[in-house]
């Protein structure tokens, strides 16, 4: 079992901490203030020629729509997705992408909204598949107006040529694990809630069957990235996966 946590900028001791905690990998979300620059490349870089780190890269979301239907957001969207993978590429090999959402604006035609989704879904793959990364696109939370909520929309983007990261903690909200585990998946994030809001809580500290799901997803080859309000708590969540995986192991011998 490979295990990452997924953050923001992260300091150079604190890398070095993921190792010593007994993280595999660094998710590493390039959002905002967190964008690629040849600051946080160089962090991204010494996580994986000084620390041993593996690294993904969840690709920038915060005011970016790529369901937009205003065509310059659309295409400022695109550009920042674009830019993000062929700046990553030399360190990661998988890129997670959010679906977009329906504004205000899309309400009054939502077959485009969707139609531009899966357009800008296409153009994400090709740039990704150029560098050699795997384009994967993420399940959300129960938000009014998120595409990708369920698994019927996940399903019917994927036909994109992106894959699927799993998102466990999103699915509870939907009360759709069980539906979501019978799709191929290709990257997991790991966190709790009581499945209503998206909470981001420590492993265990909700309402999510953990020794079910991950019993259900004992062939999946890929990581399990934690996503944490912080390496402590990413620290307390990686105890409990590894004592439930120990726990579901010797259930099994």
Not at 130 to 153: D, S
Not at 200 to 208: D, F, K, Q
């Amino acid at each position: 079992m490979r295990v990452y946590l997924s953050s923001g900028l992260l300091t150079v001791k604190q890398l070095g901490d993921l190792v010593d905690i007994g993280f595999n990998g660094w998710e590493f979300i390039a959002d905002g203030a967190k964008r690629l620059n040849s600051a946080t490349l160089s962090l991204i870089q010494h996580a994986v020629s000084s620390c041993g780190l593996e690294v993904s890269i969840h690709a920038p979301f915060s005011d970016l729509n790529i369901a937009s239907v205003n065509q310059p957001i659309w295409l400022e969207t695109l550009r920042q997705i674009k830019e993000t993978i062929a700046l990553a590429a030399e360190y990661t090999y998988i890129f997670i992408v959010h679906p977009g959402y329906i504004s205000p604006l899309a309400t009054q035609c939502l077959d485009k909204a969707v139609s531009k989704n899966n357009d800008a879904l296409r153009a994400i793959a090709q740039s990704a598949a150029e560098y050699g990364v795997k384009a994967t696109i993420e399940n959300m939370a129960n938000v009014n107006g998120f595409l990708g909520r369920l698994p019927q929309e996940i399903e019917a983007m994927t036909k994109n040529s992106v894959g699927f990261t799993f998102d466990i903690g999103h699915a509870n909200t939907t009360h759709s694990i069980e539906s979501f585990l019978e799709m191929p998946v290709d990257h997991v994030h790991l966190h709790d809630n009581h499945g209503v809001t998206d909470e981001h809580l420590v492993l265990g500290e909700g309402s999510i069957d953990w020794n079910r799901t991950l019993n259900a997803l004992r062939h999946y080859k890929g990581a399990f990235v934690i996503e944490a309000k912080n390496v402590d708590e990413g620290a307390q969540s990686l105890s409990y996966l590894k004592s439930t995986a120990s726990r579901r192991a010797a259930e099994l011998a």
